[in-house]
């Protein structure tokens, strides 16, 4: 019998049990900080949603600290305070002045923080404080909140800054202010009780940085089983709404970040803009998509659709619409990014065409499967793109040929809750067995690998 990969999510083996909700002695009073959350549609959005909601549907007294404005759509407005499924949402004003330069970034991400940090001097203290990186270095003032009105800290990870600014070049190494950045991230890191990392090479980077081994998970963010699904009648209405019937479409769907460059794929969408049978479907937001949209009017490339994000409700149907989807990640960021769309294409079935450095997650999943779904290029490569593409056009391969379910909600959700409640226990306690009696559908069955 094989050992299973590293980097596969570890199954859960304990007996499932319906939901357990806590007693109002066992409950824990929970913070979660993150500049997103419900209803903006982001990813770390998402899964904090799903954590937030079952915490609270487990008898746990939640709060969270987000901002009062859409990620990707700063004019559109949230609530500044109200109980959402029974969570305690705060929501702070900072400043939007756009995208457009560095500077600007920087300016609306100190905003939040500084306002963040006033925010949390007027709170109490909670069993457990729960950070993400949105904006880069929440998780400082996490660790500062706990060392000042005590509870356990769970630090999770999902982009390493300012790692990320560092490797795009937005920060000049040995700087001051890069040295003075890392030593916030390295404070947050060895003041955590758990760090919750992405992948493997994510833990290595934090290893790097002289934080325990056994204080770091590995947990790979999770699909959205409840609402992510191929769809065969979506795929057709979405066709047709987009004047893409008949067409082979490559789609790029989410974040368009410096992190993930488009260069190699806009030039392979150059070269085959004289097939009318192929078209680019770039679904979502960023700074990189409006780059996209100025290189379709500069070539007057007719076959570059651009979308906005698309409601958590229409995604089955944009992503069952594609018939490849394409992965990103820049060379210089293995272990400081994870690209998650993954998990969302995984759930949905058929080619992925993956650009990117030779090691990452996606290459690990791709090699233990082999499944010949995942098709591997490098940045630059754009001639051997086009050939995939083109050989994939007259394949016809279906959508839904390939379906993974290791990274479903079901199988990982659990664990990280699991992360989470233990963080108050003492080290000698059985994590495991908090998150066995949790189960967002007792009548879901979690699959690793399904061909059809």
């Not at 065969?232 to 368009?256: Q, W």
């Not at 680019?280 to 651009?306: A, D, P, Y």
């Not at 409601?311 to 820049?330: F, K, N, Q, R």
């Not at 779904?373 to 050989?391: C, K, P």
Request: charged share 20%; aromatic share 8%; proline share 6%.
């Amino acid at each position: 019998m094989t050992s299973r990969p590293a980097f596969l999510p570890q199954p859960f083996h304990e007996a499932r049990q319906t939901k357990v909700r806590r007693t109002p002695a066992e409950a824990l009073r929970i913070l979660l900080l993150n500049q997103c959350f419900y209803p903006d549609v982001v990813s770390t959005a998402q899964h904090l949603t799903d954590l937030a909601k079952s915490l609270a549907e487990r008898g746990h007294e939640v709060t969270v600290i987000a901002s009062d404005r859409g990620y990707d759509d700063p004019a559109r407005r949230f609530p500044r305070r109200e109980v959402w499924n029974n969570i305690e949402v705060i929501r702070i004003p900072s400043l939007s002045l756009g995208k457009e330069t560095k500077i600007k970034r920087a300016l609306n991400f100190a905003s939040f923080l500084a306002v963040c940090f006033f925010r949390l001097l007027t709170l109490r203290s909670f069993d457990t404080v729960v950070a993400l990186t949105s904006p880069p270095l929440i998780s400082f003032l996490a660790a500062l909140f706990v060392s000042l009105k005590g509870g356990r800290f769970c630090f999770w990870v999902m982009d390493l800054n300012p790692d990320e600014a560092l490797a795009a070049g937005w920060l000049r190494e040995g700087s001051l202010l890069a040295r003075s950045l890392q030593r916030l991230l390295v404070y947050s890191l060895k003041q955590a009780d758990r760090v919750v990392v992405l992948d493997r090479f994510m833990k290595d980077r934090v290893l790097g940085k002289g934080v325990e081994p056994a204080r770091i998970t590995i947990l790979p963010p999770w699909s959205h089983d409840e609402s992510i699904s191929y769809s065969a009648v979506g795929r057709d209405e979405f066709r047709s709404k987009y004047g893409l019937t008949n067409k082979f479409v490559v789609m790029y769907s989410g974040n368009h970040s410096p992190c993930h460059p488009l260069d190699t794929l806009l030039d392979a969408a150059f070269t085959l803009s004289t097939d009318q049978n192929i078209a680019f479907c770039f679904v979502g937001g960023g700074t990189e998509q409006e780059k996209v949209r100025e290189f379709s009017r500069e070539h007057k490339l007719q076959n570059i659709l651009c979308l906005p994000y698309q409601p958590l409700e229409l995604l089955s149907s944009s992503l069952s619409a594609a018939d490849l989807h394409v992965v990103v990640m820049g060379d210089q960021f293995t272990g400081i990014v994870h690209p998650c769309k993954i998990y969302n294409i995984l759930r949905i079935g058929g080619p992925v065409l993956y650009i990117g450095p030779p090691e990452s997650h996606v290459t690990d999943i791709a090699d233990q499967f082999k499944t010949g779904h995942i098709f591997v290029a490098r940045h630059g490569n754009s001639d051997l793109i086009v050939e995939q593409i083109t050989a994939l056009a007259k394949r016809k391969t279906t959508a839904s040929a390939f379906r993974l379910s290791a990274f479903s909600k079901l199988q990982l959700l659990p664990q990280m809750i699991s992360l989470v409640e233990s963080a108050v226990l003492s080290e000698g306690d059985n994590i495991n067995a908090l998150a066995s009696t949790y189960s967002p559908d007792p009548d879901s069955k979690a699959q690793e690998v399904v061909s059809l």
